[in-house]
C-alpha cells in the first residue's frame, strides 16, 4: 500500500485506544506539519513485557481503583487484594453489549464424544455481564481504565521520544482520541465511552470533535493492509470479506476495494454481522464442560477450575489444530489426583471431540455469518482469529478461500488499524446501522378514519394536528458516502412577540428495529410508543443567528424560518448541523446530540437479557 502522505494540518496528538474484552493496547501519533505520519503501538506497560495488557480493574472497599491492567496479577497484588476484599472487574465489555448481540444456546445440539461419560450435554457458553463494585458505574470503569493507559503511554512516550516529555505536556491537554468499538454497537455505546473520557479528564463532553470512533472490522482491513502480498488479493473492483474474531464480539462484513494507489479506499457494501461469538465465549464452553467433567471432585471448586482455564486459554486454545487425538490442560503439581474427576499428576486429558465441542458454538455462529454476508476472500485480526482450529474450520467450509492473518501472533492490532484508518480516511461509504427517522406532526383532516380515531392539538397559530407520524430519513442498510449528509428541510413557526423560543430549537431522531413495511404512524391512539421503536437522540440548535430571515406567515400571525438539518449518518459518530440561505449565501452552524441514557448503565447491567429472552440465531 502507497505510504501515507505528508501531514499538512496543524501539530496535534492522536491517541487510538483498543479496550477488548481479555486485554487492551494503545497506539500512538504525533502528526505534525510537513511529516509523514507515523503510526506507534505502545510497546511497555508495568508488570508485563507485552504489548497489551488484562482488561482488569481492582477496586478497594471504598470504591477506589487501587490497580489495572497487568498489576492486577501480580502476585503480590492479588494477595494484596484478597486480604483487604477488592474487587476484581473483568469483562467489562460485556456489559455495553445490546441484546442483539445475544442468542439462545439451550436450542443448539452440540457434538460430543459418544464414548464420554458427559454424552451429548451441550457445553454453550454464558452471556452476562461483569458485576460492579456499589456505586461504581460503568462509565466510572471505563475512566478509571483509560486513565491507567494513558499514564502508561506517557511514560513510554518520554522514554522512546527524547522530546516526547515536552511534547505530551504541549499536546495532550488537547489531544484526540480514536475509540475502536465492534460493529454492533451503536451512539448509546459511544455515549457511555464518551462520558469515561469526561470523567477520566481526557476530552470533556463539549469538545466532542476530538472524540472519534473506528469499527474494529475497519481497523483490522487497514491493520491487513500491511501485509507484504497484499496486491495478491486485494485489487480494485473486487468484494472482500473481513472477520474481526476478537475476544468477545466477531465482526463479519463485505466490502468493495474501489483503489488501492494512490491511497486505500473501500466501501460497504452491505450492513456488516456482529455477533457475540468471541474467544472468551470459548473459555466460558471449556468451564463448562470441566465443571460437568469434574462432578463433585475436589478439583471442580473455582480455585481449580480458574487455573485450568487460564492454562487451557492460553495454551491449548490458541494451539488447537483439530488433529490432536487429546488435549492435555496441565493446572497443578504431581501429586494432584483424582482417579473419578479424571486428574492425574495435575492434568485433566480431554478428547478431540471434546474440545470441538467447547469450539463448536462460537465456530457455527462464526461460519453461518460469513454464509450470510457471501464472501469472495477474508481478513482477519488476531485474538481469537488466531486460532488454527477457528482458521481450518473457515477453510473447510469456504474451499478456495484467501486467509489473510496477522503476521504477528498475539499482537493486537485494532489500537494500531484504527489508527491508520483515521490518518488515511479509508472508507469512502457505508451501510447504515439503523433506520432513523423523526416522530412528527400532520395536519388534522377530520374526513380520513385514522386521523377521525385520534385526538388532534390545536397550535398556537390555531391549525390542528396530530402528534405521533412516523417519517423516515434512511432505510437500515442504505449505502451512504461517508461524507454524505441526509439534509432534512424543515421551518420553524413563532409567534411575533417571541423570537426567543429560536434559541431552544430541538428535534428528537428516533430508530424503526422491526423489518418489513414501515409504519404510518410511531405512536398508537393512546399515544404510546408502538413496537420497534425507540428515541437514539436529540439534536439540538441555537437558530437565533436566523432571527434576520424570518419572513410572515400569511395564514397566521407568527413569523417562519426555513432551514435544513444536516446528518451525517454514514460516520462512525454520528453528527449534525444546520444549514439556511441568507442573502443567498450558505450559512451554517452547529448542532449539539444529546443521548437517552439506556437503563441500568449504571450499574453495569445494560444489555443482559435473562437466557429465556435472549435472540435465537434464525
Not at 493496547?25 to 510537513?34: I, K, N, R, S
Not at 466532542?208 to 486485494?234: G, L, T
Not at 407568527?558 to 444549514?579: E, G, M, P, S, W
Request: glycine share 8%.
Amino acid at each position: 500500500m502507497t505510504p501515507p502522505a505528508i501531514y499538512t494540518g496543524h501539530e496535534k496528538l492522536v491517541l487510538s485506544i483498543d479496550i477488548g474484552t481479555t486485554t487492551s493496547a494503545v497506539a500512538l501519533a504525533h502528526l505534525a506539519p510537513g511529516t509523514v505520519p507515523m503510526v506507534q503501538p505502545v510497546t511497555k506497560f508495568e508488570n508485563t513485557t507485552d504489548a497489551s495488557v488484562p482488561t482488569e480493574v481492582y477496586y478497594n472497599a471504598n470504591g477506589k481503583a487501587v490497580a489495572c491492567g497487568a498489576n492486577c496479577r501480580n502476585p503480590a497484588t492479588q494477595a494484596q487484594a484478597q486480604s483487604e476484599g477488592w474487587h476484581l472487574v473483568q469483562f467489562f465489555k460485556l456489559a455495553l453489549h445490546p441484546q442483539t448481540l445475544q442468542y439462545q444456546t439451550s436450542a443448539l445440539t452440540l457434538s460430543a464424544d459418544p464414548t464420554s461419560s458427559l454424552g451429548k450435554k451441550i457445553f454453550a457458553p454464558s452471556f452476562e455481564g461483569p458485576d460492579l463494585p456499589n456505586g461504581t458505574t460503568i462509565q466510572k470503569v471505563y475512566a478509571d481504565f483509560i486513565q491507567y493507559l494513558l499514564g502508561a503511554t506517557a511514560l513510554w512516550f518520554a522514554d522512546v521520544d527524547p522530546d516526547g516529555a515536552r511534547l505530551w505536556a504541549k499536546l495532550f491537554p488537547s489531544c484526540e482520541v480514536i475509540l475502536a468499538t465492534p460493529d454492533g454497537w451503536n451512539e448509546i455505546q459511544q455515549n457511555i465511552l464518551r462520558k469515561g473520557l469526561d470523567i477520566a479528564g481526557i476530552v470533556p463532553l463539549t469538545f466532542e470533535e476530538r472524540c472519534h470512533f473506528v469499527r474494529e472490522a475497519e481497523a483490522s482491513i487497514n491493520y491487513a493492509m500491511k501485509v507484504p502480498d497484499v496486491k495478491q488479493w486485494m485489487k480494485a473492483g473486487e468484494n472482500f470479506t473481513v472477520i474481526d474474531a476478537g475476544g468477545s464480539t466477531v465482526d463479519v462484513g463485505m466490502y468493495t476495494c474501489e483503489m488501492i494507489s494512490p491511497k486505500l479506499k473501500i466501501r460497504e457494501v452491505k450492513p456488516s454481522d456482529c455477533i457475540q461469538a468471541g474467544g472468551v465465549f470459548v473459555d466460558r464452553a471449556c468451564y463448562s464442560l470441566l465443571t460437568a467433567r469434574l462432578g463433585s471432585s475436589i478439583f471442580a471448586g473455582p480455585k481449580y477450575l480458574q487455573r485450568m482455564i487460564e492454562v487451557f486459554e492460553s495454551r491449548q486454545k490458541r494451539k488447537f489444530t483439530g488433529e490432536e487425538a487429546t488435549t492435555v490442560i496441565r493446572f497443578g503439581e504431581s501429586a494432584d489426583r483424582d482417579a473419578a474427576g479424571g486428574v492425574k499428576m495435575g492434568r485433566i486429558t480431554l478428547t478431540k471431540a471434546e474440545v470441538e465441542t467447547i469450539f463448536h458454538f462460537c465456530v457455527n455462529e462464526i461460519i453461518a455469518s460469513v454464509q450470510g454476508q457471501i464472501q469472495l476472500g477474508s481478513t482477519k485480526s488476531t485474538g481469537f482469529g488466531q486460532s488454527p482450529y477457528l482458521q481450518k474450520c473457515l477453510r473447510d467450509a469456504f474451499p478456495g478461500l484467501i486467509l489473510v492473518t496477522a503476521a504477528e501472533e498475539g499482537k493486537k492490532v485494532v489500537a494500531d488499524g484504527g489508527l491508520m484508518a483515521f490518518i488515511t480516511e479509508s472508507v469512502a461509504a457505508r451501510a447504515v446501522r439503523s433506520t432513523f427517522g423523526v416522530v412528527g406532526t400532520f395536519p388534522y383532516i377530520p374526513s380520513r378514519p385514522e386521523h377521525a380515531a385520534r385526538t388532534p392539538k390545536t397550535d398556537y397559530d390555531g391549525k390542528q394536528f396530530l402528534d405521533g407520524c412516523w417519517s423516515q430519513i434512511v432505510q437500515k442498510g442504505d449505502i451512504m458516502s461517508s461524507t454524505e449528509a441526509y439534509e432534512r428541510y424543515c421551518f420553524e413557526t413563532v409567534p411575533t412577540n417571541s423570537t426567543s423560543r429560536l434559541a431552544n430549537y430541538s428535534v428528537d431522531l428516533w430508530v424503526y428495529n422491526l423489518q418489513g413495511v414501515q409504519p404510518d404512524w410511531a405512536f398508537d391512539r393512546s399515544g404510546r410508543t408502538l413496537p420497534g421503536f425507540q428515541r437514539r437522540c436529540t439534536v439540538t440548535a441555537d437558530l437565533s443567528p436566523l432571527k434576520k430571515i424570518l419572513t410572515p406567515d400569511p395564514t397566521s400571525a407568527c413569523l417562519v424560518v426555513d432551514f435544513r438539518v444536516c446528518l451525517y449518518l454514514a460516520q462512525n459518530t454520528l453528527r449534525a448541523k444546520i444549514k439556511w440561505l441568507e442573502n443567498r449565501m450558505e450559512r451554517e452552524g452547529p448542532a449539539t446530540i444529546t443521548f437517552d441514557e439506556p437503563v441500568g448503565v449504571e450499574t453495569g447491567s445494560f444489555g443482559r437479557q435473562p437466557a429465556a429472552n435472549v435472540l435465537k440465531r434464525g
